[in-house]
């Protein structure tokens, strides 16, 4: 991670030193910021097994890192939108809590509505906002109305590949500049685009605490760490040790291997305890 210590606040390390991680979890994004977990494309251009290096739930790529983590188009309408939901739900829940809207009382279990308003605030989430002229992006993660100070924050959420953090969060105020021009003129009140930025191996910018900061509500760096490093579940199940990642996750090719081991060698199987993550490392 060395490329990117400039960008990474003191709270960088936050993810590891709360402790609410599970360590198998802790150690696969730490080998993957490392860059010494086995991929297929490791195992062939570094290690010289006689392999494709093929991403083999896209079959369009190299199976690398980075593209387990953020580029893969077969993970990008599940795994990787529900790790942007997730966040883009904590500060939503926030916001709510803030402004005394209606929402849960435990975070992991808020479910945003569509709109939500009482006399100091209006939240709309995944909400188009109507304008005199067609603009490219008109559908920010969540737009909080302050009735109060009288502003609107247009707040989106992104998780790229941690070396582009700097650049998604130009492009995130880029690409809602338009929008924000308009707004103010037909509300007539302060827009601000609000981009909360966090890399996909829990890279985080030093400007993320003053984001947050204009919001006057928001989410530990440490907590949007942690929802992101659900990525750990996303590296055991698309990393395997032979051709039966194509159907199994990390841990049934670990169970099957277990149990054909057990079958030649006559042990019983019973379970399994022994652990295996290390085998996953270069």
């Known amino acids: 991670m060395s490329h990117t210590k400039e960008l990474a606040s003191d709270d960088f390390r936050q993810w590891l030193l709360r402790g609410e991680l599970k360590k198998e979890t802790e150690g696969m994004i730490t080998a993957a910021q490392d860059q010494v977990l086995r991929t297929r494309y490791i195992q062939r251009m570094i290690g010289g097994n006689n392999i494709s290096s093929i991403c083999m739930n896209c079959n369009t790529k190299n ?44 975070r992991y279990e808020h479910q945003p509505e569509g709109v939500i308003q009482n006399d100091q605030a209006k939240t709309l989430w995944d909400y188009g906002i109507g304008t005199d002229r067609v603009l490219r992006a008109i559908r920010p993660d969540v737009k909080l109305i302050d009735k109060i100070k009288k502003k609107v924050s247009l707040i989106d959420v992104a998780i790229p590949w941690h070396p582009k953090v700097e650049e998604k969060e130009r492009e995130k105020i880029d690409k809602y500049q338009d929008l924000k021009i308009e707004t103010t003129r037909i509300w007539d009140i302060p827009v601000e685009t609000v981009p909360i930025i966090i890399g996909t191996l829990s890279t985080i910018l030093r400007s993320l605490k003053r984001k947050q900061g204009k919001l006057e509500a928001g989410v530990a760096p440490g907590i949007m760490q942690k929802i992101v490093g ?26 099957l291997l277990f149990k054909k081991r057990c079958a030649s060698t006559g042990e019983s199987p019973g379970r399994r305890t022994d652990r295996t993550e290390s085998k996953w490392l270069g």
Do not use: M
Not at 234 to 254: A, E, P, R
């Open 63 to 106: 199976k690398t890192i980075n593209h387990i983590a953020s580029e893969c188009p077969a993970l990008a309408e599940n795994q990787y939108q529900k790790r942007h939901d997730s966040v883009a739900k904590a500060l939503h829940w926030s916001l709510c809590k803030k402004h005394q809207l209606s929402c849960s009382d435990k």
């Open 230 to 255: 659900q990525i750990g579940s996303i590296f055991h199940k698309n990393l395997s040790l032979d051709d039966t990642s194509t159907k199994f996750g990390t841990n049934d090719v670990q169970d």
